[in-house]
């Protein structure tokens, strides 16, 4: 039977990975052979040139994708990622663990990604705006509300949506606030979206140290990165009452034992961009933060930042993953034979995002508003219930947790695709 080659097109170590966790999970379910490869690999990829006028009157020519990963169980969900080294085959990978995540938390949503090869701080407000007008110029026709909903990812805010929304509302001839996620609150943007990551990353953290009997009060948290996803977790476990001894940005961080003041230090990023000698503590590097003997670590940033040479290193007792896939395969496997760490998978962990941008969409498309509270009392409920039905497939198969969210994602996603038939 010939194989599959799709994904030479997409081939990279983080593909690769994403790949080998389905793979894994399919093995582990006896998923059917006829249905894997359609259900592992992207749907579409959509790839773009991004022609921009720099304030100098210079043109620079960005490049961007858009990979749709599923279509199946309504349209396709997932961010849209600014950075210098974002490829086709990382775009795929975050697209895949969409779908994995809106699936397993129950959302009527595949998964999608977008992103664009650029660091976004070179550019001049200017210019960050012309560049995301014109990204989503090239995907009108590709997006909308019953179609694709990007949102934020690393890189990119509530602005630069509006932007987004507003280009594509100017082409529809009126405002269509559905077909994007994240907005700021006064063009549709719900409640609670800005914190929610971060949010359900901290009320799943609380919830499984109560599971491990510890008290928060007594737990010591350290965070690598500090954008939206780790300064809201920071700030949200530092309210639940942990203690938050070290945080970092793509520059290094800050470390001090008796604890960091969370609040002060998003001012200082506020002004100064960066954490680099924020005073609130010493200085510390990305890689000794991973390292750092804690109750709680989260990496929050980017992939496969815990690796085969840190993993026998850690020295934490919870592993958070508020980043999508930061922990590589080989790592995951030291973590697991250690046995000494429980861990949170991405896509579990950091689903509140997703969770309050499909609240977002529900709003937008009734035009009916809802409070913050009800937005974050209904994102805890479903949090709590993916979390539920995670440790009973890990109970009943005696899987990994990885293993058991992966599965219960992966398994959904596929039972659609076999009761539509072959098109979706
Ligand atoms: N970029 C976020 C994620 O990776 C949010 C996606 C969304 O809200 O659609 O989950």
Same mark, same amino acid.
């Not at 974002?86 to 977008?114: D, I, R």
């Not at 914190?195 to 737990?219: C, N, Q, S, W």
């Not at 922990?327 to 995002?353: F, H, M, Q, W, Y």
């Not at 409070?371 to 479903?382: F, M, Q, S």
């Given at each position: 039977?010939?194989?599959?080659?799709?994904?030479?097109?997409?081939?990279?170590?983080?593909?690769?990975?994403?790949?080998?966790?389905?793979?894994?999970?399919?093995?582990?379910?006896?998923?059917?052979?006829?249905?894997?490869?359609?259900?592992?690999?992207?749907?579409? %990829?959509?790839? +773009?040139? *991004? $022609?921009?006028?720099?304030?100098? !009157?210079? #043109?620079? @020519?960005?490049?961007?994708?858009?990979?749709?990963?599923?279509?199946?169980?309504?349209?396709?969900?997932?961010?849209?990622?600014?950075?210098?080294?974002?490829?086709?085959?990382?775009?795929?990978?975050?697209?895949?663990?969409?779908?994995?995540? %809106?699936?397993? +938390?129950? *959302? $009527?949503?595949?998964?999608?990604? !977008?992103? #664009?090869? @650029?660091?976004?701080?070179?550019?001049?407000?200017?210019?960050?705006?012309?560049?995301?007008?014109?990204?989503?110029?090239?995907?009108?026709?590709?997006?909308?509300?019953?179609?694709?909903?990007?949102?934020?990812?690393?890189?990119?805010?509530?602005?630069?949506?509006?932007?987004?929304?507003?280009?594509?509302?100017?082409?529809?001839?009126?405002?269509?606030?559905?077909?994007?996620?994240?907005?700021?609150?006064s063009l549709g943007g719900?409640?609670?979206?800005?914190?929610?990551?971060?949010?359900?990353?901290?009320?799943?953290?609380?919830?499984?140290?109560?599971?491990?009997?510890?008290?928060?009060?007594?737990?010591?948290?350290?965070?690598?990165?500090?954008?939206?996803?780790?300064?809201?977790?920071?700030?949200?476990?530092?309210?639940?009452?942990?203690?938050?001894?070290?945080?970092?940005?793509?520059?290094?961080?800050?470390?001090?034992?008796?604890?960091?003041?969370?609040?002060?230090?998003?001012?200082?990023?506020?002004?100064?961009?960066?954490?680099?000698?924020?005073?609130?503590?010493?200085?510390?590097?990305?890689?000794?933060?991973?390292?750092?003997?804690?109750?709680?670590?989260?990496?929050?940033?980017?992939?496969?930042?815990?690796?085969?040479?840190?993993?026998?290193?850690?020295?934490?007792?919870?592993?958070?993953e508020a980043a999508n896939?930061?922990?590589?395969?080989?790592?995951?496997?030291?973590?697991e034979n250690r046995g000494?760490?429980?861990?949170?998978?991405?896509?579990?962990?950091?689903?509140?995002?997703?969770?309050?941008?499909?609240?977002?969409?529900?709003?937008?498309?009734?035009?009916?508003?809802?409070?913050?509270?009800?937005?974050?009392?209904?994102?805890?409920?479903?949090?709590?219930?993916?979390?539920?039905?995670?440790?009973?497939?890990?109970?009943?198969?005696?899987?990994?947790?990885?293993?058991?969210?992966?599965?219960?994602?992966?398994?959904?996603?596929?039972?659609?695709?076999?009761?539509?038939?072959?098109?979706?």
């Amino acid at each position: 039977m010939s194989k599959a080659v799709i994904s030479s097109l997409y081939d990279s170590d983080v593909f690769r990975m994403a790949c080998r966790q389905f793979d894994q999970a399919a093995d582990a379910i006896n998923l059917a052979e006829d249905i894997r490869d359609r259900t592992k690999y992207p749907r579409r %990829c959509i790839a +773009v040139s *991004l $022609p921009v006028r720099r304030d100098d !009157g210079s #043109v620079t @020519v960005f490049e961007g994708y858009r990979v749709q990963h599923s279509l199946s169980t309504g349209p396709s969900k997932g961010g849209i990622r600014f950075h210098e080294n974002v490829t086709l085959g990382e775009v795929a990978a975050l697209a895949m663990w969409m779908s994995w995540k %809106c699936s397993l +938390v129950g *959302l $009527p949503y595949g998964g999608a990604k !977008g992103g #664009v090869i @650029v660091n976004p701080r070179e550019l001049s407000p200017t210019e960050l705006e012309h560049l995301s007008r014109r990204y989503m110029q090239e995907l009108i026709g590709f997006v909308g509300p019953q179609l694709d909903i990007p949102a934020p990812d690393v890189g990119t805010n509530e602005q630069i949506m509006a932007w987004m929304m507003d280009t594509y509302s100017n082409h529809m001839g009126h405002i269509s606030p559905g077909v994007v996620t994240g907005k700021p609150i006064s063009l549709g943007g719900s409640q609670g979206r800005r914190e929610a990551t971060g949010f359900g990353v901290a009320h799943l953290v609380g919830k499984y140290l109560e599971d491990m009997r510890i008290p928060i009060a007594k737990a010591t948290v350290a965070i690598q990165g500090f954008g939206n996803v780790g300064s809201e977790t920071a700030l949200a476990l530092s309210a639940m009452g942990a203690r938050i001894i070290a945080v970092s940005d793509y520059m290094g961080g800050v470390h001090n034992a008796k604890g960091l003041n969370i609040k002060k230090a998003m001012a200082y990023v506020q002004y100064a961009g960066v954490l680099k000698d924020f005073e609130g503590g010493e200085a510390i590097s990305n890689e000794q933060l991973l390292e750092l003997e804690c109750t709680v670590l989260v990496p929050a940033a980017l992939e496969r930042v815990i690796t085969e040479k840190n993993a026998p290193k850690l020295r934490c007792r919870l592993l958070a993953e508020a980043a999508n896939g930061p922990t590589t395969n080989a790592a995951n496997k030291i973590i697991e034979n250690r046995g000494d760490i429980e861990l949170i998978p991405d896509v579990l962990c950091n689903s509140g995002g997703v969770i309050v941008s499909y609240f977002e969409w529900l709003q937008n498309l009734q035009s009916f508003y809802w409070g913050r509270d009800e937005v974050l009392e209904k994102l805890k409920g479903i949090l709590d219930k993916a979390k539920e039905s995670v440790e009973y497939q890990k109970r009943k198969f005696k899987f990994g947790r990885r293993l058991a969210a992966l599965t219960l994602g992966i398994a959904r996603v596929a039972e659609a695709k076999q009761k539509r038939g072959l098109f979706p």
